[in-house]
């Protein structure tokens, strides 16, 4: 799995996630500095009681401090039975332990003791119980068990060949610092990300409404005004965004009456045309000039209908899409066409009826033009509904198949209009699409021909 996969896509959670590796990294850098000082100290508590040791015994020694009269350090103290003088450096035995030695060399040094040199060596030994450890026992019924215990040793030579060696008992259990550190972590990570959190969440808020509004009027035309808060900011390119779509709702509204106005302009004309062509006595130039006053007609209502896309006045309602495409069929049937539906179920959906029926009639026209027998079907496929028409034609090369979804553009170039219309029919289509939340989908048919297919959400 990628790393781009693991990275939040939200603002909100890309300033957490960064907040939470940078407390990560400051977690690591404390730890690893607590676990310096630590060991420091623990190195240090555990030369500090030899290191004692030797210091009081020699203390206490004549040949040590040459003309002292005080001799109270000699006497027989349990600092003196726990040390040993020889003349030859002495065999410690076990592991060694140079960090014990670097840190006797210094707090001698801190004392003002000086020395020639310092080993260390490190083992364990079973260690005999004490007398109330064995009494416990007894009163409990436990088995009596010795204890292993660690035990450092340690050798100073003071003056040239004279040693001194004496050892203490350290720990073997380790501190329990992993599970603090992380309880503070937790601890850490609860304090500071949660209120992050929430306040993130609330910054954010302001986004998530102008995003949402804006993909309402990327797809009907029309959003409702964002409430202007959050930071100064984002205060202001919601401003901006509402300044943006009020002007835009009023370019989109002067353009439908300026549609409205054009339509009704034309439409005069036309209409004054269709009824001077009732005069002309040849009956086929009447039959020819009715034909072309139709053809503006609906060239005129096709790109008036593709101009107000979005924008429609109909209210959507539940339709049964099976019951709707088999009257279209029909509609086609009586005049001659060749068109077939296959037996298709009940596809009950939300939608705008006259538009569905516009652009199921656009597809069986181009069937019927293109591929001379239009074949239809209604089918429920997950979550969609899905309206088929299929044709005999020699389809479409694929890589022309965007291209013939743009307004104005035709399979035949030669822009005759016998040989189709003007080029819209599937720009329509896919704009009527849009509009539900669909998608016209083209492809060319394993056995020949195409096969256009409305998939609408169920």
């Known amino acids: 799995m990628s790393l781009s996969r693991l990275w939040p896509r939200s603002l909100v959670g890309q300033v957490i996630l960064l907040v939470a590796i940078a407390l990560f990294v400051a977690q690591a850098i404390n730890f690893a500095l607590l676990l310096r000082e630590r060991n420091r100290l623990e190195l240090t508590g555990q030369t500090a009681p030899a290191v004692y040791r030797v210091v009081n015994a020699l203390d206490g020694r004549a040949d040590r401090w040459p003309g002292r009269t005080d001799r109270r350090a000699e006497r027989d103290t349990p600092d003196r039975r726990a040390v040993a003088f ?41 260690m005999p119980l004490r007398r109330w450890e064995r009494i416990r026992s007894r009163a409990t019924g436990d088995v009596p068990r010795d204890r292993r215990v660690g035990r450092l040793r340690l050798a100073v030579e003071y003056e040239p060949g004279k040693w ?46 102008l995003t949402a509004s804006a993909r309402q009027f990327a797809r009907t035309g029309t959003a409702d005004a964002v409430d202007e808060s959050g930071p100064g900011d984002v205060r202001d390119l919601t401003m901006a965004f509402n300044a943006m779509r009020a002007r835009i709702i009023a370019m989109l509204d002067e353009k439908d009456r300026m549609l409205g106005a054009i339509g009704h302009d034309l439409r005069t004309p036309l209409a004054s045309l269709r009824v001077r062509a009732e005069s002309v006595e040849d009956d086929g130039e009447r039959a020819r000039m009715s034909e072309t006053i139709d053809e503006m007609n609906r060239m005129l209502e096709d790109i008036l209908s593709l101009a107000r896309a979005g924008r429609s006045s109909e209210s959507p309602q539940k339709v049964d899409l099976a019951a709707l495409t088999d009257a279209v069929v029909e509609d086609f049937i009586e005049l001659g066409s060749a068109v077939d539906m296959a037996e298709s179920d009940r596809a009950v959906a939300f939608v705008r009826p006259q538009q569905i029926r516009r652009a199921v009639r656009n597809l069986i026209e181009n069937a019927v033009v293109y591929g001379e027998r239009a074949h239809v079907s209604v089918s429920r496929e997950a979550n969609v509904i899905r309206i088929a028409v299929a044709d005999d034609g020699p389809g479409i090369a694929p890589d022309r198949m965007a291209e013939m979804l743009e307004p104005f553009t035709r399979l035949e170039g030669s822009r005759n209009r016998e040989t189709g219309g003007a080029g819209l029919g599937l720009a329509l289509v896919r704009a ?27």
Do not use: C
């Open 432 to 458: 009527i699409m849009a509009e539900h939340h669909g998608e016209l989908r083209l492809a060319n048919r394993p056995e020949g021909g195409l096969e256009a297919s409305l998939v609408l959400p169920a």
């Open 164 to 209: 001194v060696t004496t050892e203490a008992r350290i720990g073997n259990r380790p501190a329990r610092f992993g599970g603090w550190l992380v309880g503070q972590t937790l601890t850490l990570y609860v304090i500071v990300l949660l209120p992050l959190l929430w306040i993130g969440r609330r910054m954010a808020r302001p986004m998530t409404d």
């Open 86 to 126: 020889t003349t030859a450096r002495p065999a410690l035995g076990g592991k060694g332990r140079p960090d014990v030695e670097a840190r006797a060399k210094a707090m001698f040094e801190d004392i003002g003791l000086t020395v020639h040199s310092v080993a260390a060596a490190e083992d364990s030994r079973i």
